[in-house]
């Protein structure tokens, strides 16, 4: 049996990041392998062993609970450390130790134990790790789309809740807005046009306007980068500016709304969107709504179209993922091993 701790440290030993994750692909495949798992490999983006991974112990049994996850980080890598805080307890910092490769080592202790199970039930567990969630999350959108992944009746996605189970996520909404300028002396504005003039009104607009709030929270919005321009003396003759929103309303009433907003010649480019997810809870369970973006709703066709239903739970906080002191207490990825067991069991029992 695996040890949770140890095989987070080793999987957070070797980088990942996102579009390089064929090392930690060919590790985890091995690792299931001598599970006793049949390990399907899936190729995403062309790129050698950057693969998503299926395992499942009999093909000709439904998967009824799917464990899923990504595997990729953002950068940049630093490698896991063990260490004892002030409170006295044991942590893990590095990158990957909550986002999501602790993750995807509690999902595969939990998968071990379920196995394990004299009633056989684990069988109708299956295991799949996707690449790619840190940019576009092309590994869960390929996955779900071309049928690598069988119909599930649940699946559990794994990202850092504080150990909570979510009822609810917000959607995500990216966006570039660009425009373009004249090009003329600063001295004589009236001989161009400013294109960054233009976009800062433009986001102006955007971030005084007064966004939906439903039962989802608050719909926030992120100017991410500005540029434009050449020169302090010369009107602007190009600019643009990436934005994050996460909407509390589907993102296309969101988008009607902020293009009656812009300038009518600022274009505006759709990078990616997801509306908000109501989630499936078990009785017991503590539940939170979320607001960062996951593989959730691009996962969703693999679904059963009878009666599926998505679940989102993880160790750790996401105010600690992408930063430069990415931590998890080694008591709450064991307390996950323990969660995800119990609540696959539970889910098993409603199939």
Same mark, same amino acid.
């Given at each position: 049996? $695996?040890? @949770?701790?140890?095989?987070?440290?080793?999987? +957070?030993?070797?980088?990942?990041?996102?579009?390089? /994750?064929?090392?930690?692909?060919?590790?985890?495949?091995?690792?299931?392998?001598?599970?006793?798992?049949?390990?399907?490999?899936?190729? @995403?983006?062309?790129?050698?062993?950057?693969?998503?991974?299926?395992?499942?112990?009999?093909?000709?049994? *439904?998967?009824?609970?799917?464990?899923?996850?990504?595997?990729?980080?953002? *950068?940049?890598? $630093?490698?896991?450390?063990?260490?004892?805080?002030?409170?006295?307890?044991?942590?893990?910092?590095?990158? #990957?130790?909550?986002?999501?490769?602790?993750?995807?080592?509690?999902?595969?202790?939990?998968?071990?134990?379920?196995?394990?199970?004299?009633?056989?039930?684990?069988?109708?567990? !299956?295991?799949?790790?996707?690449? !790619? /969630?840190?940019?576009?999350?092309?590994?869960?959108?390929?996955?779900?789309?071309?049928?690598? +992944?069988? =119909?599930?009746? $649940?699946?559990?996605?794994?990202?850092?809740?504080? #150990?909570?189970? +979510?009822?609810?996520?917000?959607?995500?909404?990216?966006?570039?807005?660009? @425009?373009?300028?004249?090009?003329?002396?600063?001295?004589? *504005?009236?001989?161009?046009?400013?294109?960054?003039?233009?976009?800062?009104?433009?986001?102006?607009?955007?971030?005084?306007?007064?966004?939906?709030?439903?039962?989802?929270? /608050?719909?926030?919005?992120?100017? #991410?980068?500005?540029?434009?321009?050449?020169? =302090?003396?010369?009107?602007?003759?190009?600019?643009?500016?990436?934005?994050?929103?996460?909407?509390?309303?589907?993102?296309?009433?969101?988008?009607?709304?902020?293009?009656?907003?812009?300038?009518?010649?600022?274009?505006?480019?759709?990078?990616?969107?997801?509306?908000?997810?109501?989630?499936?809870?078990? =009785?017991?369970? =503590?539940? +939170?709504?979320?607001?960062?973006?996951?593989?959730?709703?691009?996962?969703?066709?693999?679904?059963?179209?009878?009666?599926?239903?998505?679940?989102?739970?993880?160790?750790?906080?996401?105010?600690?993922?992408?930063?430069?002191?990415?931590?998890?207490?080694?008591?709450?990825?064991?307390?996950?091993?323990?969660? $995800? /067991?119990?609540?696959?069991?539970?889910?098993?029992?409603?199939?």
């Amino acid at each position: 049996m $695996y040890d @949770v701790v140890d095989l987070t440290v080793s999987l +957070c030993t070797i980088p990942s990041l996102t579009g390089n /994750e064929a090392d930690v692909v060919d590790d985890l495949a091995a690792r299931l392998t001598r599970l006793g798992a049949t390990v399907q490999r899936q190729n @995403v983006g062309g790129i050698v062993g950057r693969d998503n991974l299926l395992a499942t112990v009999d093909r000709s049994r *439904p998967i009824d609970v799917l464990l899923t996850t990504h595997i990729d980080t953002v *950068p940049p890598f $630093y490698p896991p450390v063990r260490s004892v805080d002030v409170d006295g307890d044991e942590v893990l910092t590095g990158r #990957g130790v909550i986002d999501a490769k602790g993750i995807a080592a509690a999902m595969m202790v939990a998968w071990q134990r379920l196995l394990a199970r004299a009633d056989g039930q684990g069988e109708n567990v !299956g295991v799949l790790f996707v690449v !790619g /969630e840190e940019t576009n999350s092309d590994g869960a959108k390929q996955a779900a789309a071309t049928g690598f +992944c069988p =119909p599930v009746r $649940y699946f559990i996605d794994g990202e850092p809740t504080d #150990g909570l189970l +979510c009822r609810a996520m917000k959607g995500v909404l990216a966006f570039e807005l660009s @425009v373009k300028g004249k090009a003329a002396h600063s001295a004589y *504005p009236h001989a161009g046009h400013s294109a960054t003039h233009q976009l800062l009104d433009d986001l102006h607009r955007l971030m005084h306007h007064a966004w939906p709030t439903t039962d989802f929270g /608050e719909t926030t919005l992120n100017v #991410g980068t500005l540029e434009g321009g050449l020169a =302090p003396n010369v009107i602007a003759p190009h600019a643009k500016a990436r934005l994050m929103m996460r909407p509390t309303d589907h993102p296309d009433r969101i988008l009607d709304t902020i293009r009656g907003l812009l300038s009518p010649t600022t274009q505006l480019d759709v990078m990616t969107k997801a509306s908000p997810v109501n989630l499936h809870t078990v =009785p017991g369970e =503590p539940t +939170c709504i979320v607001a960062f973006g996951s593989d959730v709703p691009h996962l969703g066709p693999v679904l059963s179209a009878r009666h599926g239903a998505p679940m989102l739970f993880g160790p750790g906080s996401i105010l600690d993922a992408h930063t430069d002191h990415e931590r998890v207490k080694t008591r709450d990825l064991r307390a996950a091993v323990d969660a $995800y /067991e119990r609540m696959a069991l539970h889910l098993l029992r409603q199939t």
